[in-house]
């Protein structure tokens, strides 16, 4: 029996397990990038509603705290100005 033949077509089919192979795991990469892509465009918008929320919140907190709204109307006058208790409360806030 001739085994030419019967090794070319082995290699034939082991080639075209290969290309698909191949092509498989490219479009899996694709795929993985297009997730990756949509998952750090949810991380941006999801950083960028944090620190919306957190400014909303400082702002807030300078309206409703009476001790914190009398520091900040003084913080024209520099940190020089303030009494330690004021210079404590600023730095801790900010």
Do not use: C
Request: net charge negative; charged share 25%; hydrophobic share 45%.
């Amino acid at each position: 029996m001739d085994w030419e033949p019967i090794v070319a077509l082995a290699q034939i089919g082991t080639g075209i397990a290969t290309l698909a192979l191949a092509s498989f795991l490219a479009a899996q990469i694709v795929l993985q990038r297009k997730a990756l892509g949509r998952a750090h465009e949810d991380a941006e918008r999801e950083l960028a509603l944090s620190s919306h929320a957190l400014f909303q919140e400082h702002l807030h907190v300078r309206i409703t705290n009476e001790s914190l709204r009398q520091i900040y109307a003084k913080r024209d006058e520099g940190l020089d100005g303030l009494k330690t208790v004021d210079l404590d409360g600023v730095t801790t806030y900010f």
